[in-house]
Structures are given as C-alpha cells and as structure tokens.
C-alpha cells in the first residue's frame, strides 16, 4: 500500500511538473539570452538492458545534425522546451552526480565504479556535457535525483508531439512521420 501511494503521489507530482514546465516554455520561461546560450540540446535516456533509447533534441541540434544517421526514439522539440528541461534538471540535482562527458554507446555494455549500468540518464549542451548512470550502489540522494529526473523526463518525452524520426533499416534514406494521436 505504501507503495502504491508513493507512486501516486510520483505520478501527480510529475503531471504537476510537466504541465508547469510546458506553461512555462510557452510564457515566461527561459529568455531568449538563456536559450540561445544553451545552443544546441540534447537529453537522452538510454536502457542498457532492452537497448531501448529515448531521445530529445532542440531545434538547433537537429539543424546541426540534417544529414546524419538519426537514431530511433529520437524527436525534436522547440530550443525554449529543451531549455526549460536542462534548467530542470540542473534545479534538481544533475550536475551534483553526473558524470563529465557522454555515456558509452548501447550495444558496448557500460560499467561505472565496478557495476554495471542499467539506464543512463544524459545531457548535453554546448556549455557541458554529462550523464547519470543507474547501477547497484548509488547513495539514496543519487536514487532520488534519478528518480525525479528520469519520471519527469519519460513523462515529458512521452508528451512531445510532432515528428518522430524512424531510421530505414533498409539503408534508405531517414523519413519522417507524423505520430498518430
């Protein structure tokens, strides 16, 4: 029962959060200074184990990018959302835990202080770059952080609309459809 209530009160502190978040991206968020400095955005989670990645990116990553192999779980949000979502994550703990640089790629494995990693949780602007990893030992207060970040973030991720962008394994060219609603 208790953690069934624990989940519940997650869960609404996360649509909470979320409608918040996308208010604020739509009204008096970010600056336009703030989010231009952020430059080009990108947030990812990465499940090591059922090789499953949830990606997003900003406007300007995507621009940067035109051309590149384009991963699956990718989409593209506004420069203002993934702005909003990297202050998010620094407001709540990210930068006390991550780890400097990127993640190791899928498919390689990934071990940090000994254990091996189950999920990565990564952020990267043009200013720094990092990554949480979730594995056997962390501290309780990099649990929660996680926690927070990782609910909030799948919520999120989970609401963007748009395009979607799906790799033809095929070799053909990436093609884009719109997500069925």
Known sequence: MRAQNILLRSLCASTLLLLSMLGSCASTG????????MGAVRTSLLDYNGGTSLVLVNETYAQRHV???IENGLKVAT??????????????????FARSGIAQPMGNGMTDGGQRVALVLELGTD??????????????EEIDTLQVLITNYTALWSEIEGYHAVFNPSGENVFRQPLLQ
């Open 127 to 140: 200013q720094a770059k990092g990554y949480l990893p979730l594995r056997a030992g962390l501290s309780k």
């Open 67 to 69: 051309g590149e192999r």
């Open 79 to 96: 420069d203002e959302v993934l702005a909003e979502v990297a202050t998010f994550f620094a407001d709540n703990g990210f930068w006390d």
């Open 30 to 37: 970010a600056s336009p200074e703030e989010t231009a400095a």
